[in-house]
């Protein structure tokens, strides 16, 4: 990695939660990213916190309700829940405390914030992490039943007294060399027998998971039309049919599992609007849409997967199931009546 130390930029004449605008659209107005944004920003409302993320992660039970929302550029995913049940193994953690459901890459967690911004309702309140551009990994956002006393708590004992001018650093670009062998590859997928080899198999054969569709053959793959995600979206909530929706940031994975209810169109973004749980979803920004299916012991295990024009995954769909139990035809059927591309 390529890095920069970065000195605060200047702070502006009107505070930046005054300007009417998202944090994030104004950093990019700005040519920064959004932790720069708040490291800037001089004044009580935003708080540096001592980079302890592991601690940080194990003291947000106590801040009860809460509402985790994870993003990329083309997709929020917003659940209401209490963390919970963590579990954390060097780098990596678990938050499985239904409805909330994450998976914490740490490595990537880099740089912390307990923020307050004033607003006619009271203090909006929040825990918001960043990876090492600058980047949301995951934000925190405090809700009426959450327990502000353990907020401020956890402000207090994180906050760093004297932070450092912030440290961005480039991620490199990743080279994907292209698998030597794709018999042999297809041969290996088609014998695997739980969805947890997948990624270990990509390493060996040189492919990230886009690149791995190119390979796999007909048998596994089917390209999708647009508006692959409103159709199953809609088919889904008018077939009560729950499902599981995965969205990613760099460092975390973000896990929606049940029924969705209420969907709505607006503009570019395809929406489910239900209690405890919101996705906001920019069609436009997906270039591809793959039905997948993948072999298990329990039989092939069916996802909707959408990309981004960049390749990146945007986001992940499977068929809600038991563990130890074949999907539901169902959801089979579902996928398999989505148009093709």
Not at 12 to 34: H, I, N
Not at 52 to 68: K, R, T
Not at 136 to 154: Q, T
Not at 164 to 191: C, K, M, N
Request: aromatic share 6%; proline share 6%.
């Amino acid at each position: 990695m390529e890095a920069s130390s970065l000195a605060a930029a200047p702070t502006a004449a009107v505070p930046f939660f005054a300007t009417g605008k998202r944090a994030r659209d104004l950093a990019r107005e700005r040519g920064l990213s959004e932790a720069e944004l708040l490291a800037g920003h001089d004044g009580p409302e935003v708080v540096r916190l001592r980079p302890e993320m592991a601690a940080i992660v194990e003291a947000m039970p106590a801040l009860g309700e809460v509402m985790s929302l994870t993003r990329n550029e083309a997709a929020v995913h917003e659940i209401v829940g209490t963390f919970g049940e963590i579990s954390l193994s060097g780098h990596m953690g678990l938050v499985v405390n239904p409805p909330l459901d994450l998976r914490l890459l740490l490595k990537h967690w880099h740089h912390a914030f307990a923020v307050a911004l004033p607003d006619e309702k009271g203090p909006r309140r929040s825990l918001q992490i960043f990876d090492a551009e600058g980047e949301a990994v995951i934000k925190i956002h405090l809700r009426p039943a959450s327990d502000v006393a353990a907020f401020d708590a956890l402000r207090q004992r994180f906050a760093d007294p004297v932070p450092q001018p912030l440290s961005i650093v480039a991620y490199p670009v990743e080279e994907v060399t292209g698998t030597a062998d794709a018999e042999a590859f297809r041969r290996e997928f088609a014998a695997m027998r739980d969805v947890h080899e997948f990624f270990p198999m990509l390493r060996r054969h040189g492919l990230d998971r886009r690149g791995s569709l190119d390979v796999m053959g007909d048998q596994h793959v089917r390209r999708l039309g647009k508006g692959a995600a409103t159709a199953l979206l809609t088919a889904a909530s008018e077939q009560a049919l729950p499902i599981m929706c995965f969205v990613g940031s760099r460092g975390c994975i973000q896990i929606f599992t049940g029924h969705v209810k209420n969907i709505k169109a607006m503009g570019p973004w395809i929406n489910v609007l239900d209690p405890g749980f919101d996705l906001h979803l920019r069609e436009d920004l997906v270039a591809e849409a793959f039905e997948v299916r993948k072999p298990s012991k329990d039989g092939d295990l069916t996802t909707v997967e959408l990309y981004d024009a960049g390749r990146k995954l945007v986001a992940q769909f499977y068929g809600e199931r038991r563990r130890d139990h074949p999907e539901e035809a169902a959801w089979r059927q579902l996928t398999a009546g989505l148009a093709g591309g």
